[in-house]
């Protein structure tokens, strides 16, 4: 079993749509969660960055972290055409003092108008 | 914030030939990481500094692979032979040490190795 499972996808939905996307980790001692939005091509980039469990929005986005069932989940809102990219999961803990994430697989979303 | 800067943006060679990725970190960030990204393997660490010194080389493939960190704005990733099934993107990214802090990723180096 991998530390960190996300569902590949490709999720397709129609634009307006409420999307989720979702992970499962088994290491709870992962403290900060992360969501990274990758376009084709383009290098992953900070979506949304959470410490423990909660909620945390920004926007149409809301990050949610449910330590208890080792789950977290991006919600996105009003979906559009330009959310369509590859999300990924990330989440870390103190080790040596240091902080190192371990990624999931990404989940390709398809936005179609 | 120019942000974290990746060349070349691709690379084409043929096997046997040696291969050198660079990357400037953001300026003030004291950790720099190496990826690796597959369709098969999804983002893979290669390896990460810490203030300019190795800290955890273990996703290293084969001692074909090795990585240096000259200063603070400069790493490179070096593959000698390269080989086929080293075709991938190779992605830098870098990180402030305050706590969980996260990383910012550069765009990448696509390498296709003939």
């Known amino acids: 079993q991998k530390e960190v499972e996300q569902d590949p996808g490709p999720l397709s939905v129609p634009e307006g749509a409420i999307v989720s996307l979702n992970c499962t980790y088994s290491?709870?001692?992962?403290?900060?969660f992360m969501w990274y939005r990758q376009y084709s091509r383009k290098g992953p980039e900070l979506l949304m960055y959470?410490?423990?469990?909660g909620n945390k929005e920004d926007g149409r986005f809301t990050a949610q972290v449910d330590k208890s069932s080792k789950y977290i989940s991006l919600f996105i809102r009003d979906s559009q055409p330009s959310d369509s990219a590859t999300y990924l999961c990330?989440?870390?803990?103190?080790?040596?003092?240091?902080?190192?994430?371990?990624f999931g697989r990404g989940t390709s979303l398809i936005v179609h108008p | 914030d120019a942000g974290v800067i990746q060349s070349p943006r691709h690379e084409v060679t043929e096997m046997g030939q040696e291969v050198t990725l660079r990357c400037k970190p953001i300026?003030?960030?004291?950790?720099l990481f190496w990826y690796r990204q597959t369709m098969m393997r999804g983002l893979e660490l290669l390896i990460y500094f810490n203030n300019n010194v190795p800290i955890d080389d273990s996703g290293m493939p084969e001692d074909r692979f090795s990585a240096k960190m000259p200063n603070a704005s400069f790493s490179t990733l070096k593959i000698q032979p390269s080989e086929p099934r080293d075709s991938a993107v190779y992605f830098c990214?870098?990180?402030?040490?305050?706590?969980?802090?996260?990383?910012?990723f550069g765009d990448g180096t696509r390498l296709s190795i003939l």
């Open positions: 990330a989440m870390s803990f103190a080790s040596g003092g240091s902080y190192i994430p371990t």
């Open positions: 300026s003030g960030h004291d950790y």
């Open positions: 290491n709870s001692a992962f403290q900060y």
């Open positions: 959470t410490y423990s469990s």
């Open positions: 990214a870098s990180s402030q040490s305050t706590s969980g802090q996260p990383q910012h």
